[in-house]
T-cell receptor, first 113, second 115 residues
Framework: DGGITQSPKYLFRKEGQNVTLSCEQN?????MYWYRQDPGQGLRLIYY???????QKGDIAEGYSVSREKKESFPLTVTSAQKNPTAFYLC????????????FGPGTRLLVL | GNSVTQMEGPVTLSEEAFLTINCTYT??????LFWYVQYPGEGLQLLLK?????DKGSNKGFEATYRKETTSFHLEKGSVQVSDSAVYFC??????????????FGTGTRLTIIP
């Protein structure tokens, strides 16, 4: 079955630690996205990538970093510079640019110890 | 810039009631409009979409019509079920002020259906 997988489902971060969230898709989509979801708020775009080896900052990129070395993978690192990392993180992909339908993974919930 | 305004929740209805969740938007050009649904602890699933004015998207008994004159895309269902309990997000895709294309989401509306 084609789809998007995110791991882990829950992730705990200690103060000052960097953590990496995994996102893999086997839909052969060119574009991939990372969103952050906070309670009572909509989704906010962190980073997106329209093609391998290229990515762009979204609305709230500070304290995050990404890489896109392979078409199917778009990992997100939450760095120690992100002072309020507790949130639900959603990865998505689409065939092309933002005008196309985006398909979402199941999400990773990040909690700070 | 682009924005989406959704009806604030939470919304609680009895089973078999009629549902309307309001969504209005502000956008330049001709955006596509979407409704996504999020069940507890899960990611978002596309529920329906419409790509041009007067288009009606429909799926699983839900419908929404792209109304350009009122800049609206209200979600409706004639008879809701307990299994429809979820958070519903209205979204639009279009060109941002910076010239790139992006998806803009509303804040979500939590729907609870009681038997």
């Amino acid at each position: 079955d084609g789809g998007i997988t995110q791991s882990p489902k829950y992730l705990f971060r200690k103060e000052g630690q960097n953590v990496t969230l995994s996102c893999e898709q086997n839909l052969n989509h060119d574009a991939m996205y990372w969103y952050r979801q906070d309670p009572g708020q909509g989704l906010r775009l962190i980073y997106y990538s329209q093609i391998v080896n290229d990515f762009q900052k979204g609305d709230i990129a500070e304290g995050y970093s990404v890489s896109r070395e392979k078409k199917e993978s778009f990992p997100l690192t939450v760095t120690s510079a992100q002072k309020n990392p507790t949130a639900f993180y959603l990865c998505a992909s689409s065939i092309g640019s933002g005008l196309e339908t985006q398909y979402f993974g199941p999400g990773t919930r990040l909690l700070v110890l | 810039g682009n924005s989406v305004t959704q009806m604030e929740g939470p919304v609680t209805l009895s089973e078999e009631a009629f549902l309307t969740i309001n969504c209005t938007y502000t956008a330049t050009g001709y955006p596509s409009l979407f409704w996504y649904v999020q069940y507890p602890g899960e990611g978002l699933q596309l529920l329906l979409k419409a790509t041009k004015a007067d288009d009606k998207g429909s799926n699983k008994g839900f419908e929404a019509t792209y109304r350009k004159e009122t800049t609206s895309f209200h979600l409706e269902k004639g008879s809701v079920q307990v299994s429809d309990s979820a958070v519903y997000f209205c979204a639009l895709s279009g060109v941002s002020n910076f010239g790139n294309e992006k998806l803009t989401f509303g804040t979500g509306t939590r729907l609870t259906i009681i038997p």
